[in-house]
């Protein structure tokens, strides 16, 4: 018998790969090469090219279970988890995909066996929809397969036709919905009351069958194809006979360990639930590679870890929790989607370190709410407030509206809107901007890249530009933009930067200070020193060999680098950035802790091994299917054409990359990490040199030993033990030192005492204490507070300009005399201020000229406060 989750899931992919479907593992849920999308969010993102035609793969057929997030951009369910039965920032979506092979009558047969015969859902259950128009599926449900015609209905374009956008292919949809019963409400679909919850839709079959143009004409496609998409999570509420999709087997293992974190034992809990939900979507992007962050893919995941941990808090739950129920979904998921145990330790030290991050500003952040709340008139939460509270505490926009909504409350999001936009502007305003040439939208033509076999070439003078237009004419001295129609120029992307050198004729000079992309042309930035040049003009291209040379140098140790960071610290290592440059490597990547010592050294030795190895660069063109058979690593939101280049070095490193290389990595000479640091949550820098620079930075250090060696009178393989005998006699020297100051506070303790007045029972002393820092004040204090008894004390010391204050109260006086108010005294009239507990205290000042009358004050602010 079929019934928990893990089992449809494993039925549904076994009964279409009998049916001749390629099984298709689950895409990550960042999709590949796809800018439009911040997450895959349906079964069929990972095949959108190929019914686009862009791809082709081995089969015509296909099955997968897909995971999805909608959290974030166009689909975002985010506000709605916790407080319906069947929204969730993360899913899995079963589904069967047909290109160009069957159409409509399998599609609609798959479906119907698959329910009835192998779920075993009782037909007198089931509801199908077509689209309005759609005769032929009719005809197959009723005619074919035998619905019941009263339980069957057309419906409209808005719930019954698909298309991938405005154009492109499209097509109508048929849906089918499962009958919860009478004593549920609500009504069938397309009817009124279809918004209850007692028909709820379970699968539906997209049938892609046009391609819409751009004036919004239909043309039949010549392959019609099949999209089909059922929540794995709403069929499984559906076979264990449950309403809601968190009471199924996947949820109520993960909402009974949060309520055993919690001390919760009500299941319902809509804060049990929302954790539950949300650890599914943070751990799987987690391990897709996403990291928190301020922007982007990185800024939903924080959001959504927030909102849980806020959700914990709201449960009581006083320490960190999140990543405690990493462990529990493996034992779910783990099984299904191997990668999630893989990446266990991974995501839970991200999990744990982004809610230890947060608890530290989450009370005061609800804090600064609560008050702001106790003085609302209305039912709106200001703007102001909600900007407040994201700028200064990072609660999230949708946090602040999952409070409200708690309390029946709103939100100002035109306030919150309208707060955003000033501090844009400021930031704007704040910054400065260089000439920007456009996208290259205006340029029609196309640029041929000579580059990776010559440094020198001649071009034909396609286009011109100055101060961001297009012109017929560059003058002497004018800055500009020259696009030829063939150039050895590299022109800046993946990294690394755009060649410099200069573009020349008979009379003709032009400076090339930048080599930028426009459009498909190349365009040569700088500045025309002699002549004049005009379209269709010939121009030599010469790169600036040695510049080229040391940043080639870099690219291809960029890429032994990645290597090596992947292999020495794991897979979940991605590229988040770089910078390839004549003078230094600059490399980003996914990673949550600082690198060890040891780490960084056994990079190093990995890359100049490789280096030393003297490995020949392999550079392959092929297609984008035939690189990742080929092993080659894409990088994610980078968008591949049809054919790529592999850039291979041995079986080290293969990567697709368009940028220049050396011949072998021998010519790269020598490797050296200068620097690794953190830049954002998740994401750590590597800088480093090679070549030259490296050499050189060799023989800075060597000079530096050499000038030490000198400075402690001995060889430079003697410095570690040099050093270390004078450390422990500087500490030495440290230790008398304070054992000194110590024995004088002692005596002028001593001497100070005498200096006390007696008023009313209690001995008060201001004085100044010549060559004291704050801690001999300090000791000071205490050595007179003992020998005085009840005792009120300032003392003052002058360094330059300004002034150390201290001031010590006995503690059978606090409740009259606080040490803060006392130092204040002083403090105030020498140009400062201070505080501390009520017997110490402690304040600084800049005017030491009028510190004397100052302490003379003292006695008397005493005498008033004794009365």
């Known amino acids: 018998m079929i019934n928990t989750s893990a089992q449809i899931r494993q039925a549904f992919l076994d009964f279409f790969r009998e049916r001749g479907h390629e099984v298709v593992p689950s895409a990550p849920l960042v999709p590949g090469n796809d800018p439009t999308l911040l997450f895959t969010n349906a079964g069929m993102v990972p095949f959108k090219d190929v019914f686009l035609g862009r791809e082709q793969r081995g089969y015509t057929r296909a099955v997968s279970s897909q995971r999805c997030v909608r959290a974030g951009g166009k689909h975002n369910d985010l506000e709605n988890v916790g407080y319906t039965a069947r929204h969730h920032t993360f899913f899995e979506m079963l589904g069967n995909f047909s290109f160009g ?139 264990q006979g449950v309403h809601n999709n968190f009471e199924i087997d996947l949820f109520q293992r993960l909402v009974a360990a949060a309520g055993e974190l919690a001390g919760v ?149 035109d306030g919150f809107e309208r707060e955003m936009a000033a501090q844009r502007e400021r930031a704007r305003a704040a910054s400065g901007f260089k000439a920007d040439y456009g996208s290259g939208a205006d340029y029609e033509g196309a640029t041929e890249f000579t580059g990776y076999e010559h440094l020198r070439d001649t071009g034909r003078v396609d286009a011109l530009y100055t101060e961001g237009r297009s012109v017929n004419e560059l003058a002497e001295g004018a800055e500009g933009m020259i696009i030829l129609d063939r150039t050895p120029f590299y022109a800046e992307s993946g990294g690394q930067v755009g060649d410099r050198g200069v573009l020349s004729a008979e009379g003709v000079e032009f400076e090339v200070q930048d080599t930028v992309k426009y459009g498909d042309g190349v365009g040569h930035v700088g500045v025309l020193r002699r002549g004049r040049v005009v379209p269709g003009d010939t121009l030599a291209a010469e790169v600036d060999g040695q510049r080229r040379e040391a940043t080639v140098l870099n690219h291809s140790a960029t890429h032994l680098l990645h290597a090596a960071l992947r292999t020495v610290l794991g897979e979940h290592v991605t590229q988040k950035g770089s910078l390839v440059a004549p003078d230094r490597l600059r ?15 056994r990079l190093e030795r990995m890359v100049n091994d490789q280096i030393r190895a003297n490995v020949a660069a392999d550079v392959r063109r092929m297609s984008y299917d035939e690189a990742m058979e080929f092993g080659a690593m894409a990088l994610f939101g980078e968008k591949y054409g049809d054919e790529v280049r592999v850039m291979r070095f041995g079986e080290f490193s293969t990567e697709l990359c368009g940028g220049t290389h050396v011949a072998r990595t021998g010519d790269i000479g020598f490797f050296k990490i200068v620097s690794e640091t953190g830049i954002s949550a998740g994401v750590r820098r590597i800088e480093a040199i090679t070549g030259d620079a490296a050499v050189a930075w060799a023989e800075q250090v060597e000079r530096r030993l050499g000038r ?46 005498d200096q006390a007045v007696d008023l009313n029972g209690v001995r008060v002393l201001a004085s100044r204490v010549e060559g004291g820092d704050s801690k001999a004040l300090r000791n000071t204090v205490d050595q007179l507070k003992n020998k005085l008894g009840s005792a009120a004390i300032v003392l003052a ?59 003379r004050s003292v006695a008397d602010w005493v005498r008033e406060r004794l009365g």
Request: with cysteine; proline share 5%.
């Open 587 to 601: 490399f980003d990547f996914s990673h949550f802790e600082p690198l060890s010592q040891e780490q960084l050294e």
């Open 101 to 239: 092979d069957y159409f409509k009558r399998d599609a609609i047969q798959y479906a119907w066996t698959f329910l009835t015969e192998v779920i075993g859902l009782p037909a007198e259950r089931l509801w199908v929809t077509v689209f309005e128009d759609d005769d032929e599926a009719a005809d197959i449900w009723l005619k074919e397969i035998g619905v019941d015609p009263d339980r069957f209905s057309r419906i409209g374009a808005h719930d019954n036709f698909w298309s991938m956008g405005d154009t492109g292919p499209c097509g109508p949809c048929s849906e089918i919905f499962y009958d919860h019963g009478p004593e549920v409400p609500g009504g069938p679909p397309g009817t009124p009351e279809e918004d209850g919850d007692r028909y709820v839709e379970i699968w539906n079959l997209v049938f892609m069958q046009y391609d819409r143009d751009a004036d919004g004409t239909m043309h039949p496609l010549p392959k019609p194809s099949i999209d089909t998409g059922m929540g794995l999570e709403r069929i499984a509420a559906v076979v």
């Open 265 to 413: 034992t009500d299941h319902a809990n809509s804060s049990l639930r929302v954790i539950a939900d949300h650890i599914r979507a943070c751990a799987f992007l987690i391990v897709d590679g996403v990291f928190p962050s301020n922007e982007g893919r990185g800024y939903v995941l924080r959001r959504i870890i927030r909102r849980a941990v806020r959700h914990g808090y709201k449960l009581g739950i006083s320490r960190t929790f999140f990543h405690r129920l990493v462990g529990p979904l493996i034992d779910e998921m783990g099984e299904a989607f191997p990668e999630l145990p893989r990446g266990r330790e991974q995501v839970e030290r991200v999990l744990k370190q982004e809610e230890e991050r947060f608890r530290e500003t989450l009370e005061q952040g609800l804090k600064l709410l609560e008050a702001d709340l106790a003085g609302l008139e209305g039912r709106i939460i200001p703007g102001e407030t909600v900007f407040k509270l994201y700028d200064t505490y990072g609660f999230p926009v949708d946090l602040t509206a999952d409070i409200a909504r708690e309390r029946e409350l709103e939100v100002d999001l």
């Open 797 to 855: 010391s002058v360094d330059g300009d300004k002034v150390r204050l201290v001031a010590g109260v006995t503690k059978d006086y606090t409740d009259r005399i606080k040490a803060g108010d006392l130092v204040n005294v002083v403090a105030e009239q020498v140009g400062g201020r201070g505080g501390g507990r009520p017997d110490f205290a402690q304040a600084g000042g800049s005017d030491p000229g009028r510190l004397d009358d100052a302490l």
């Open 708 to 753: 030490i060696g000198e400075l402690l009178r001995s060889s430079t393989d003697n410095i570690e033990v040099r050093l270390e005998q004078m450390v422990d006699s500087h500490r030495q020297l440290e230790k008398q030192i304070e054992q000194l100051k110590q024995k004088l506070a002692s005596q002028a303790g001593t001497d100070l005492a």
